[in-house]
C-alpha cells in the first residue's frame, strides 16, 4: 500500500480536499471488539504502572490509566486498519515517540475521545521528541461494554506539524495545534 498524496483536488481543481471538507461520516471507522478491548485494557493497567516520568502519563481524561485506555485503543484501530502490529511493551521512561509502522513509515497515534467536537485537532505535546514520520489522529466515536468504534480522520508529517509556534490548547497546556483541514485523508475515504 502507499500514502495517498498530501490533498486531493476537489473536482473544480481549484481548491485541496482534506478531511473537513468531506462529511465525516465518509472518514474510515474502525470497530474493536471485546477482545481487543480487554487486551487494550491489560496493556493500558501495564503501561500506567510503569510509566515513572510524569506520574502516568498526560492526563486530558479523568485520570492517567483512562488517558492509556484511550491512547492504545486508537493505535489498535490505526492497526487494524491498515494491517500494522502495535506496540505491546511497556516502557519506564516512556516510548521512543512512535506506535506503528505504516508503509515502511513510523507512527505516532494521537487519540481522543473527546464528545465536544465531531472534528477535533491533532495535538502534539511541543516539548516532546517529535520521531515519528506520520502523526495519525483518531477519535473514539463510539464506546460500550462489548466494542468501540474508532473514526480515522487523517494524519500529516512532522514538517506540518512543528510548521507553526504552539499555543495554549485545550486549557493551559501548550500544543501544536494541526486543524482538520491541514491533514491528508486516510486511504479507504468515500469521497462520493
Known amino acids: 500500500m502507499s500514502t495517498t498524496p498530501a490533498h486531493r483536488q476537489i473536482s473544480d481543481g481549484t481548491n485541496t480536499l482534506s478531511p473537513a471538507n468531506i462529511p465525516v461520516e465518509s472518514l474510515p471507522v474502525v470497530e474493536l471488539n471485546v477482545h481487543q478491548l480487554r487486551r487494550a485494557a ?7 504502572h510503569s510509566y515513572t516520568r ?7 481524561s479523568s485520570d ?3 488517558s492509556h485506555l484511550i491512547g492504545i485503543i486508537c493505535e489498535m484501530a490505526v492497526a487494524s486498519a491498515y494491517s500494522a502490529d502495535v506496540d505491546m511493551q511497556t516502557y519506564r521512561f516512556g516510548d521512543d515517540g512512535t506506535d506503528l ?3 515502511d513509515t513510523t507512527v505516532d ?3 481522543t475521545a473527546t464528545t465536544a467536537m465531531r472534528r477535533p485537532e491533532l495535538l502534539v505535546k511541543p516539548y516532546e521528541y517529535l520521531s515519528a514520520d506520520l502523526y495519525f489522529l483518531a477519535h473514539i466515536i463510539e ?3 462489548e466494542s468501540v468504534r474508532v473514526r480515522i480522520h487523517g494524519y500529516t508529517d512532522e514538517e506540518t506539524v512543528t510548521d507553526r509556534e504552539p499555543r495554549r490548547h485545550p486549557g493551559f497546556d501548550k500544543n501544536y495545534v494541526v486543524e482538520p483541514s491541514e491533514l491528508t485523508l486516510p486511504p479507504w475515504v468515500r469521497t462520493d
Not at 54 to 60: A, H, K, Q, R
Open 42 to 48: 491489560a496493556l493500558a493497567y501495564e503501561r500506567n
Open 54 to 60: 510524569i506520574d502516568g502519563g498526560d492526563v486530558y
Open 64 to 66: 492517567s490509566m483512562m
Open 101 to 103: 509502522d505504516i508503509w
Open 109 to 111: 497515534v494521537k487519540g
Open 143 to 145: 464506546w460500550g461494554a
